[in-house]
């Protein structure tokens, strides 16, 4: 955790998270903060690594990505296996988030697809790397709620760690 942070920090990313093109003056009018302490903590901000990037959120079913596939994959385990194949199956078309965890599984990918000749396509490239073993998918029939807006999920305990942290 970034022990440089702030409550006036954690407002400010909350407002620029739902709209990051929002000018200065908006964001010292609505938080009550000068533009030029809003900006000196902005830049702060992307500096430390706390903004990554500025993103736009494209809505996947606009170019007919409608099927989201939830896949586990397990693999022999030998040294490096995590990020060679990390690596390899964050490159195949269609996989929009790889994530290494600990279980009975060694990889959750989610992925997203136009059509099942593409799903076929994707796990079969998945199975065809070096290492994997097995794998398990399941289809999303509805997305209840696909939240990008990290800050408005946090409890009020996890702001009281970022805030507290040394």
Request: glycine share 4%; charged share 30%.
């Amino acid at each position: 955790m970034n022990p440089d942070l702030d409550e006036t920090d954690l407002k400010i990313l909350e407002a620029v998270e739902d709209d990051y093109e929002r000018s200065l003056e908006e964001l010292a009018e609505e938080l009550d903060i000068s533009k030029s302490t809003i900006h000196y903590r902005l830049n702060k901000l992307k500096e430390n690594d706390v903004i990554s990037t500025p993103s736009v959120s494209i809505d996947p079913n606009a170019l007919g990505l409608n099927m989201l596939l939830i896949t586990e994959v397990s693999v022999s385990h030998e040294r490096g296996y995590a990020d060679d194949i990390g690596d390899q199956l964050a490159d195949i078309d269609g996989i929009v988030d790889v994530y290494y965890t600990m279980g009975d599984v060694d990889f959750v990918i989610l992925a997203r697809v136009q059509d099942r000749d593409q799903m076929n396509t994707l796990i079969d490239d998945v199975i065809a790397i070096e290492g994997v073993n097995e794998t398990s998918s399941r289809f999303v029939m509805q997305e209840v709620e696909t939240n990008a807006d990290l800050m408005g999920t946090m409890s009020e305990e996890m702001r009281e760690n970022v805030l507290d942290a040394e």
